[in-house]
Structures are given as structure tokens and as C-alpha cells.
């Protein structure tokens, strides 16, 4: 019996043992791999296909459904294959040159690609042995694209990855198209698809092309939703990491990062903005019209600007950005396309520095409305802080709050002489002079350098632009609060975020006011009681502010019957004295009584 006991307890430990430390082996080497990813930021997707030479357009009639996805004309527009594959008819090879993608891809600062070997109608860019829709085949045997991509890549030192659906075959009559929610596939039919076509084929891909830096999959939802099996995807994940265990696997394989540790990065959803920082991989996809594939109908373009302050954003939450071009078929980019890769590209040149290798600073992402910041750790242990300035203040004073060190210098990056900004700082408050702006950069950065990685205080509400402290439902230090905020959608979003206040509540910020003055203190809310009462006090220390609430009545959003919302108005409630610079801590308390306001914010200037 104690032997027995002995026993299971020495089995149960190795059981356990081996199963983490196995976890963390793979986590760790997970990281390793992704060294290269989090070094690079920016990388170039490319949508090229069959659909390419299509347009948009089948027959004279646009895409179908409101969705402008060009690469989904097979789908959408109900077309036979047959008839889908002369499209192959319209690509004009003697212009198609994929290093120009490549040299594009250079020139924008981007260090990897992502070009669709096989997107989902199913038909393969090389020279496939597993099916025979591929380009060699319809090609007569003359081009294997992926394979000029890989060499052009060698050639100029750009990374090469691959898209491949994996899910959804549209060509393959037992892969996945959505119809088959309803004209429904046995798994043992979609097991026939996944062994005679997805397995030998990504087998291929990571057989004959050389190195590749990592596969892009495309299920955007989990495998327990679909027809993929679990057993499939470790099939698949198996032999990737059997083949090139370097190569770099995304959450769209259909395992999140949550379910399998040793998935490499997550994959946001199309266009989505990264809102949180992560301390694991992560990356945008983004296009910089609508569609992916070409479309000649596409018309709205996203600036130049827009796209780079994305790219900051992302590397500010340590995330990457993968920036999509569709070219035509005759490989041709379009201008608006080209043009604004190079345009990044020379703000990369210049400022590349604070993107390539750098990330996340531990301060809120939104604590600044001057822009965002990122980091970077140097081997002899300083550490540079870049600010990126999105919105250049009138004054040329730009508030840094809530870094607690002097920085030992600060210049603009892309001044070649790093010629010093002057700068005062005084505890967690560092105030820069900046000289008076000029309009080469589409966005400028600032470099503080620090003789070790600084420290902060964290929760401080950040001076802004124009001098003033803006006290809100989400940077209050009362993190229930935070919760319990609502935001509505409702009529073009003129209901601004709030709290409804129905029992007596406090509320509390933290400051660090840099000179003594006078503060004038305006609060915003909206009150529907005609009923007198309901009071509030706002505390700064000893001095006090009290007021009533007033009612504010109802306001009409748009001149159409009944659409009227609150109305949330700013009255302002008195002033505070500051006799010195300081942490200061200001504190709302409010009792409804029968008005139950609801708060907006607070303004301190
Ligand atoms: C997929 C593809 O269908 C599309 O053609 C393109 O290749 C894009 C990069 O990826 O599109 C998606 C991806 C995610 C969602 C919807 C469509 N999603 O999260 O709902």
C-alpha cells in the first residue's frame, strides 16, 4: 500500500514536471523565433491571384454583397471554375516582374513579405505536384511566381512568407466554402481535401523555396466553430515545425495564442488597430484602400500619415503592421499605392530608428494627447525613449508626465547633428522647448536618452497641449469606475462616455501640477431632474469646491423627430490655488439625492 502511494505520487510528479517544464520550452523557443519579427515591425502583404485580372468586376456586374473583398469574386458572383481559371487569359507575363514587388518592399522600409502562394479559390502560385491548379500548369510551364519571389528575396535580403488558406479551398470539391453551412461536407470528406491537398502542398512550400520566415494562415475563427479538427491543425503544425522549425506560425492557423503556447503571434482582424499592449507577437493586416486583391473600383485611400501613425500605434503596444498591395495583372502597383510606400520609406529612412526593434513604454497608452511612445534598451544599459509627435503643440512646449528620471539629453531624430532640445524636469514632469516646428517630417520624434531604463509613476493624469488636466471616467484612480463607464454608439456617438450616478460616489485623480497658479475648474455633466438637489464637492487638498447640480435638459442630435439625447454641459464650479509644484490628488464626491446626474468630466486649467 505505501508503496502503491509512493508510487503515484513519483508518477503524478514526473507527469507534472515534464508537462511544464515542456510548456516553458516551448514558450521560450517561441520567443527565440519571433526575435526577428518584433526586430522588423513592418512587413509587405501581397494579394495577387486569378482574382487579380478580374478587377472587381464579372461579366460587366461588380462584386457582390457590400463587401468589396476583390479576391472573393469566385465566391460572391457564383462563377464556374472553368470559366474562373481563364482569367489566367488577361495576365500579361512579359511585364509581370516580382522582384519589383521586392524592391518596392525595400525601399518602404518593410523586412518581410507575405505574398498569397495559394488564396482561397484554391489555385496554387507555383509549381505544385499535389494539384494541378496552379500557375505552371495554366502557365504552360513557364512561371513559378513563388519561386521568383523567393530568389528576388535572396537577392535583396527581405524575409519570405507565405499566405496559404488552409481552411477555405473554393476549387477543391471537399474544401471548406461557406455554402456548406447549409449543403453541409462530411469530416471525413474534408480529411480528404486536407491530406491530398493542404498537407503536400504547405509541404512543398516549405520544401523547395528555401527558408521561410513564417506561414500566415487564414481561419478567423476558432477550429471548434468549423469543420477543421483539432487533430488537423497539429497535423499541419507538426510538420511545419518538422520541416523549418524557425518558421514563424499565426493565431488565424485557428489556435489561439491562449490555446497553444507554441503558436508564434497573434493576427488581429483585418484592419483592426492594436488597443492593448502585449508583451507576445502580435500584427495588424491593413490595406490601404478596402481591398486586398486589386479592385478598380476602390476610392478611398487612407493617407500616407494615417498609415505611418497606424505603424507608431502598433509598435507603441509592441505590435507589428503588415501593410497589403494588390498588384494588377501585369503586376503593375498602383500609384497610389507606390507613392505612399515611398513616402513612408523615406520617414523610415530618417526615422526608422524608433520603430525597428523598439516598443512598448510602460506608461498608458493614451496619457499623452501630443502622440505616442516607444522604447528601446541599449547594450550598455541606457535606455532611449522616442516621442512621436502627431499633434505639434502651438506654443512649442511639449509635457512629458509621468517619467520620474532627468533625461541626460533630447534631440529631434532626425536632426543629423543632435543638436540639444532644451528640457526642465522636476520629479515625474518633464517639459521640453521644442524649436519652432518645420514641415519636412510627417510625423517629428523626439529622443530623450536616459542613463538606465527610467522609472515611472504610474496613474498620473498627463498635462495637456494646451496646459490644461482633463479628469475622466477612465483615468480616474478609482479602477471600478473604469467598468462601470458607458459609451454608446447611439446617434452618430454625440452620447459622450460617462458614469450614471445613482448612490453617493466618490471619484479621485492624481496630478503633478508643475508651477504654482491659479486653476480654474469646470465640470461636465447632464442632469434630466427639474427636481432641486443633488450636490457635489471637488477637493484639492483643503480647498473645496461645492455646487448643485443643475438640470440640463435634453438636446436634439440630429432635426428629426424624436432624436434627443442628453444634454452633457460644462459649468464651471470655481478655483483652485496652487502654491507649489507638487503631487496633488483631487477628489469628486457626489450625491444624487433625487437628480441622478451623469458624470462627464472634470477640466482643471
Ligand atoms: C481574410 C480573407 O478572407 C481576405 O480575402 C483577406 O485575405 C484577409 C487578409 O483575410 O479576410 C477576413 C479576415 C478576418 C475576418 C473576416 C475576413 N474576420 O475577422 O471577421
Known amino acids: 500500500m505505501f508503496y502503491l502511494r509512493k508510487l503515484i505520487c513519483f508518477i503524478l510528479f514526473v507527469l507534472l514536471f515534464t508537462n511544464l517544464t515542456l510548456r516553458i520550452i516551448a514558450q521560450k523557443l517561441t520567443n527565440e523565433r519571433a526575435e526577428w519579427f518584433k526586430e522588423a515591425r513592418f512587413g509587405m502583404f501581397i494579394h495577387w491571384g486569378l482574382y487579380s485580372a478580374a478587377e472587381g468586376v464579372w461579366k460587366g456586374e461588380r462584386l457582390r454583397n457590400s463587401n468589396d473583398y476583390a479576391e472573393w469574386i469566385y465566391y460572391r458572383n457564383r462563377i464556374d471554375k472553368e470559366e474562373y481559371s481563364e482569367l489566367i487569359n488577361r495576365f500579361v507575363w512579359e511585364e509581370i516582374n516580382p522582384e519589383k514587388w521586392i524592391l518596392l518592399a525595400k525601399e518602404a522600409g518593410m523586412k518581410y513579405i507575405t505574398i498569397t502562394a495559394k488564396h482561397h479559390d484554391g489555385f496554387a502560385l507555383w509549381n505544385s505536384k499535389a494539384s494541378k491548379y496552379d500557375i505552371t500548369y495554366y502557365t504552360a510551364h513557364h512561371r513559378d511566381i513563388i519561386k521568383e519571389l523567393a530568389d528576388a528575396c535572396k537577392k535583396h535580403g527581405i524575409k519570405l512568407c507565405f499566405y496559404y488558406s488552409h481552411w477555405i479551398d473554393w476549387e477543391h470539391p471537399y474544401g471548406w466554402n461557406h455554402n456548406m453551412e447549409i449543403n453541409p461536407i462530411s469530416n471525413r470528406e474534408y480529411d480528404i481535401y486536407w491530406q491530398e491537398k493542404v498537407i503536400p502542398q504547405v509541404k512543398e512550400l516549405l520544401t523547395n523555396y528555401g527558408e521561410i520566415s513564417m506561414l500566415w494562415f487564414d481561419m478567423w475563427i476558432d477550429h471548434s466553430k468549423t469543420i477543421i479538427s483539432k487533430k488537423q491543425l497539429m497535423q499541419l503544425k507538426q510538420m511545419i515545425r518538422k520541416l523549418q522549425p524557425n518558421c514563424l506560425i499565426n493565431s ?85 499605392v507606390s507613392q505612399r510606400l515611398k513616402d513612408i520609406g523615406k520617414w523610415l529612412k530618417i526615422n526608422g530608428e524608433s520603430i525597428y526593434g523598439a516598443g512598448a513604454f510602460d506608461l498608458n ?241
Not at 285 to 313: D, M, R
Open 252 to 336: 488565424r492557423l485557428g489556435l489561439s495564442i491562449e490555446e497553444d503556447s507554441d503558436i508564434d503571434y497573434k493576427t488581429l482582424a483585418d484592419n483592426q488597430l492594436g488597443d492593448k499592449k502585449e508583451d507576445f507577437p502580435w500584427q495588424s493586416p491593413g490595406t490601404i484602400a478596402h481591398s486586398w486583391g486589386f479592385n478598380s473600383y476602390e476610392n478611398q485611400w487612407k493617407s500616407t500619415t494615417s498609415l505611418l501613425k497606424w505603424l507608431i500605434n502598433n509598435v507603441s503596444l509592441n505590435g507589428n503592421y503588415m501593410l497589403n498591395i494588390g498588384p494588377r495583372a501585369n503586376g503593375e502597383v498602383s500609384v497610389e
Open 365 to 605: 497608452k493614451n496619457q499623452h494627447d501630443w502622440g505616442k511612445i516607444t522604447c528601446r534598451k541599449l547594450n550598455n544599459g541606457n535606455t532611449r525613449i522616442y516621442l512621436h509627435i502627431f499633434n505639434w503643440p502651438l506654443n512649442n512646449k511639449l509635457f512629458l508626465t509621468g517619467i520620474n528620471d532627468k533625461p541626460q539629453k533630447a534631440y529631434l531624430l532626425s536632426d543629423n547633428s543632435h543638436k540639444s532640445i532644451s528640457f526642465k524636469h522636476s520629479e515625474a514632469f518633464t517639459e521640453l522647448i521644442l524649436p519652432s516646428k518645420k514641415i519636412e517630417q510627417l510625423v517629428y520624434v523626439i529622443v530623450l536618452e536616459y542613463d538606465k531604463y527610467p522609472t515611472i509613476t504610474d496613474g498620473l493624469v498627463a498635462k495637456t497641449v494646451d496646459g490644461g488636466y482633463s479628469l475622466t471616467v477612465d483615468n480616474t484612480t478609482n479602477k471600478k469606475a473604469c467598468t462601470k463607464v458607458i459609451r454608446t454608439n447611439k446617434y452618430y456617438g454625440s452620447i459622450p462616455a460617462h458614469i450614471q450616478i445613482d448612490t453617493i460616489s466618490e471619484y479621485s485623480w492624481n496630478l503633478y501640477i508643475d508651477e504654482p497658479k491659479l486653476l480654474n475648474v469646470d465640470i461636465s455633466y447632464s442632469c434630466q431632474s427639474e427636481d432641486k438637489g443633488g450636490n457635489f464637492i471637488i477637493e484639492l487638498e483643503n480647498q473645496e469646491l461645492k455646487a448643485e447640480f443643475k438640470p440640463t435638459g435634453k438636446l436634439v442630435v440630429e432635426p428629426n423627430i424624436n432624436m434627443h439625447v442628453d444634454n452633457y454641459k460644462s459649468f464651471n464650479v470655481g478655483k483652485f490655488t496652487i502654491d507649489k509644484a507638487g503631487f496633488y490628488k483631487i477628489k469628486l464626491k457626489i450625491n444624487p439625492e433625487n437628480s441622478k446626474p451623469k458624470f462627464q468630466w472634470i477640466w482643471i486649467r
